[in-house]
């Protein structure tokens, strides 16, 4: 008994508490036959845009870092620029969220052949980490004229295809 006393606290000493051990949030993306998963430290090394945006909630300007999606699009080899026609056009981009919340997009809305707007999947809001409520990752999209599609708290992309078989 004095042994597994012993043994107890010295575990105690030895192994770290269960929050240290969190897992960094992450992003998962994904394409038929490839997926890719980046931690937020790999995000945040990606190249960066900000953008001014209005909330729609309270009608106040917002500043929002992060990664444009079309650039986490291009790490899986989307089908963007010159590529994107025929098929690529039944292709779209499902936004999946921690809490179960999803959005689709058609792939093309990300292409800056198709729209000159730019969709940021944000780690940052006024200079500071994301709220709880909306981390790790929020999408931005500007000019919605409704902020539904304005996910909180992303954990994946993934291309599907709308094409018939």
Do not use: W
């Not at 997926?35 to 845009?49: M, Y």
């Not at 729209?115 to 409520?133: F, H, K, N, V, Y």
């Amino acid at each position: 008994m004095r042994l597994l006393r012993l043994s107890l606290l010295t575990l105690a000493f030895i192994v770290p508490p269960l929050s240290a051990l969190a897992a960094e949030p992450n992003l998962t993306i994904a394409s038929p036959g490839r997926t890719l998963i980046l931690t937020a430290s790999e995000i945040a090394a990606l190249p960066r845009t900000e953008l001014k945006v209005v909330d729609m909630s309270d009608q106040k300007e917002r500043h929002y870092a992060g990664v444009a999606v079309r650039e986490l699009l291009t790490r899986i080899g989307a089908p963007l620029g010159e590529k994107m026609r025929g098929s690529a056009l039944t292709l779209g981009v499902m936004v999946r969220c921690k809490d179960g919340y999803a959005v689709l997009f058609s792939l093309a809305e990300f292409d800056a052949n198709f729209s000159d707007r730019t969709i940021l999947l944000a780690d940052q809001e006024d200079g500071q980490m994301l709220p709880p409520s909306a981390a790790p990752f929020r999408l931005v999209v500007p000019g919605d004229k409704r902020g539904a599609r304005g996910a909180r708290g992303v954990s994946s992309l993934e291309i599907v295809s709308f094409a018939q078989p």
